[in-house]
Structures are given as structure tokens and as C-alpha cells.
T-cell receptor
């Protein structure tokens, strides 16, 4: 079993929909959580990061962490065709080593 | 791309040949990383560096070596390429002074390597 699980999709939604992307993890030592967006044939681009449980909002994006359930989510409001990409979750044990553990990514398609 | 460039961007080579990929950064970031990305496996760390001449192994280091003789350059070498090393290779950096601190990594554009 992988340490971080992420549904590969594809997830297809109409423009304007609220999108929910999720990851589950098994290592309770993970304390730092990130979401990356990756367009086709490009490098991952950092979207959001958080050290704590609860919600963090940035524009149309909200990251949610539930450490008790080992579950993190990324919500996208008012989704746009330009949001079509693969979304990767990543996590780390803070101040311990340098390795990020990634989910496999969820491919999102937002249709006009 | 946090000032990261990778070269070459695309390469096709044959089994058994040596290959070197270059990651160059212009911001004097201390920490540099090499990842590979494969379908079904996501991104996996190959090697990383925490300073000039200071490197360490990651999760999938077999068949790869690295060198960092200057702050700005981190080289990944496949001594004798195999078809299983066909992948997309990403360089990343982290820096305490950037958003998210040392724990957050910023990625370059990638190198697509095909080993025939």
C-alpha cells in the first residue's frame, strides 16, 4: 500500500462547478501538506501549503487538512477551463529529511 | 520556475550509454533535488544536495549518481542508461527564505528522457 493515495481520475466537471480533490495518507508523522498543479508537459507548480489541521484559503482555492482522519482536500470554487491540469498532493515530516512524498495525481478536466 | 532551468529538455539515447542531465539555478538556493515522474508512481526522489559537494540518496537512487561542484549546478548522471530509466526528470529547489520555508520545494520544467 502506498503511503499517499490519490484517485487518478480523470475528473470531468462543467465550468463553474466546485471541485473537490482528495488524498489519504497512512503515515501519522506527516505534518506538512502541499498541493501542486501540473499542466501537461510542465513542471509541478506550488498552489498551497499548510502545516496545520483546518482550512486555508487562497482566492478560489481552499486546502483542508484532517489529521485525525489522515485526509486532505483541495477545493476549487468557480472552476475554469484553465484549471484543467493534474493536481498532486505532497506531504512531509517537517524538519526531518528532505523527501516529499507525493500522491500519484488527479487529472481534472473543466469543460466550457 | 524559481529560476530553475534544465538541460536538455528532451533526449533520446540508447541502452548502455552514459547520460548527464543538468539543473541550473540562479538564486543561490542551498537545497537541490532530482526527482523522476512515472505513471502510477508519481514523483520519486532520486538524490538531493544540501550544499556544494554535499549530496545524499533518495528513494530510488540505484543506477544514478549526482555531483554538485558549484552552488548553481546539480548534475544527474546515468552511468549506463537502461530502458527502465525512461522517465521525466525534474529538478527542484528549496530555501528557508522562500514561501513555505525549507520544507517547500519548487520545480523546474523537466527533462523528458527516452532510453531505447
Amino acid at each position: 500500500q502506498k503511503e499517499v493515495e490519490q484517485d487518478p481520475g480523470p475528473l470531468s466537471v462543467p465550468e463553474g462547478a466546485i471541485v473537490s480533490l482528495n488524498c489519504t495518507y497512512s503515515n501519522s508523522a506527516f505534518q506538512y501538506f502541499m498541493w501542486y498543479r501540473q499542466y501537461s508537459r510542465k513542471g509541478p507548480e506550488l498552489l498551497m501549503y499548510t502545516y496545520s489541521s483546518g482550512n486555508k484559503e487562497d482566492g478560489r482555492f481552499t486546502a483542508q487538512v484532517d489529521k485525525s482522519s489522515k485526509y486532505i482536500s483541495l477545493f476549487i470554487r468557480d472552476s475554469q477551463p484553465s484549471d484543467s491540469a493534474t493536481y498532486l498532493c505532497a506531504m512531509k515530516v517537517t524538519n526531518a529529511g528532505n523527501m516529499l512524498t507525493f500522491g500519484g495525481g488527479t487529472r481534472l478536466m473543466v469543460k466550457p | 520556475d524559481a529560476g530553475i532551468t534544465q538541460s536538455p529538455r528532451h533526449k533520446v539515447t540508447e541502452t548502455g550509454t552514459p547520460v548527464t542531465l543538468r539543473c541550473h539555478q540562479t538564486e543561490n538556493h542551498r537545497y537541490m533535488y532530482w526527482y523522476r515522474q512515472d505513471p502510477g508512481h508519481g514523483l520519486r526522489l532520486i538524490h538531493y544536495s544540501y550544499g556544494v559537494k554535499d549530496t545524499d540518496k533518495g528513494e530510488v537512487s540505484d543506477g544514478y549518481s549526482v555531483s554538485r561542484s558549484k552552488t548553481e549546478d546539480f548534475l544527474l548522471t546515468l552511468e549506463s542508461a537502461t530502458s527502465s530509466q525512461t522517465s521525466v526528470y525534474f529538478c527542484a529547489i528549496s530555501e528557508p527564505g522562500l514561501a513555505g520555508g525549507r520544507d517547500t520545494q519548487y520545480f523546474g520544467p523537466g527533462t523528458r528522457l527516452t532510453v531505447l
